[in-house]
């Protein structure tokens, strides 16, 4: 079954390169815009069913896309995005040459102890991988969107694709409002 995955438009914590994490930041008018541009993309009746973050940016992308596509929305704390603690708030480009994100630990599956109060991978894997668990439980055959985030479609996407041996998830860097995807197995 397919299952769709799309990342929110663009806000202006995107447009500065701070990290948003799960603080609720609204999308800035380029943002509207994506998600509109996105919307017809699509066309009515191309998905059954929009399954959303709780957060103000994915359920703004996700009541704009639905103006097309026109179906239920569910809206899931489980598709939040990772909590960043510390980091929230604050500049990604320095933090690029903090031990944690160069090692590749940020995402690794197997490093549980994350400083700066960062929500391990393991916990974001586990709560969104539970809502594609979720969706072939009560909606096989049903076309699914999800609208999330990126570090939860990276989750999303290391589903599909596998971890590395290393512990890491695959890299993904979804564009806002970028739409992926991906063949679902029921069986």
Known sequence: MDVYIMRHGQTDWNLNKLFQG????PLNE?????????????SEGAVDL??????TRARQTADLVNRVVNCPILYRRELIERGFGEWEGTDILPKKEDELYKSGNLYNYSFTEIPYDI?????????TWGVLEEIKEYYPGHRVLLV????????????FCGIGEDGVLPVLSAKNCQLIRYQLQTE
């Open 22 to 25: 799960d603080t609720d930041v």
């Open 30 to 42: 380029t943002g509207i815009k994506q998600a509109e541009e996105a919307a017809q993309s699509l």
């Open 50 to 55: 929009i399954i959303c973050s709780t957060l």
């Open 119 to 127: 929500e391990p991978t393991q916990a974001l894997c586990k709560r």
């Open 148 to 159: 999330t985030h990126g570090g939860a479609m990276r989750a999303l996407n290391a589903y």
